[in-house]
């Protein structure tokens, strides 16, 4: 079954091309991953959203993807109300609009 996740982000201010450009270039290697996007929701405000085959392939990359954040983490700037510098959330698909 197709699972999502999706992850908020605000970015530093004169950092949004360093946010950017560590999401540029190749795909990274996630077993499972189908495919990714970086969308703007507002003045240095982004979401990613990426498709993955299965709910269990995004557990088991989470290390991973942890790891790719630490490379870009200093780009990001702290959420508030506790949540760090992002706010992720992950799932099975229930319903599909075409």
């Known amino acids: 079954m197709t699972a999502y996740n999706v992850v908020r982000f605000r970015v530093k ?3 949004e091309e360093d946010f950017l450009e560590a999401h540029r270039g190749p795909a990274r290697k996630f077993k499972g991953f189908r495919k ?3 969308i703007r929701t507002g003045e240095r405000q982004y ?3 990426c498709e993955w085959d299965r709910f269990e392939d995004i ?3 989470r290390a991973a993807m942890i790891a790719v954040l630490d490379t ?3 780009t990001l ?3 508030g109300h506790g949540l760090g510098v992002t706010d992720p ?3 099975d698909v229930v319903v599909e609009v075409r």
């Open 36 to 38: 990714g996007a970086i």
């Open 89 to 91: 959330v992950s799932g």
């Open 77 to 79: 700037e702290d959420l």
């Open 72 to 74: 870009f983490r200093d």
């Open 59 to 61: 557990v088991a990359a």
């Open 47 to 49: 979401c990613l959203v």
């Open 13 to 15: 201010p004169g950092r």
